[in-house]
């Protein structure tokens, strides 16, 4: 990952959550892939992906809670209460993360129970040209 894309992904991720606490850095034993931090705190990876010809950046979050306070735990750790979780239709292993009415990522489930997810936010290149 190129500089200017690691300060476009941090400045679209700080957006995204409302929270100026959120740093990308990248991984200096891999120039595909950084961490997402909150504070000191590691909370993600994103990692890059040129198929196709097209630049794009995957960002996973594990979420160690279960559904009945994911959404709670979200608000909390990003100090955003404009975070809510929206059902998928008829999808029931997952829910999407919005911020007020803007479409963030998908969250799943990491086993049967739904005692951990996993939130997924794709990333396009032209999602960050205003970043």
Do not use: C
């Given at each position: 990952?190129?500089?200017t894309?690691?300060?476009?992904l941090q400045a ?6 409302g929270?100026e606490?959120?740093?990308v850095?990248?991984?200096p034993?891999?120039?595909d ?6 504070g000191?705190?590691k ?10 010809g097209d630049r794009?950046?995957a960002?996973?979050?594990?979420i ?17 209460d ?29 086993d ?10 794709a990333i ?5 040209e205003?970043?």
């Amino acid at each position: 990952m190129e500089k200017t894309e690691i300060r476009q992904l941090q400045a679209f991720l700080r957006h995204a959550f409302g929270n100026e606490d959120v740093r990308v850095i990248v991984d200096p034993k891999n120039t595909d892939a950084a961490a997402v931090n909150l504070g000191e705190r590691k909370i993600a990876e994103i990692t890059v992906d040129d198929e196709d010809g097209d630049r794009s950046f995957a960002l996973a979050m594990r979420i160690p809670v279960g559904r009945e306070v994911l959404q709670d735990y979200l608000r909390r750790l990003f100090e955003n209460d404009k975070l809510k979780i929206v059902a998928r239709g008829r999808k029931t292993d997952s829910v999407e993360l919005n911020s007020g009415d803007d479409f963030l990522g998908v969250i799943s489930a990491d086993d049967p129970r739904g005692s951990s997810y996993t939130l997924q936010i794709a990333i396009l290149d032209f999602d960050l040209e205003d970043f």
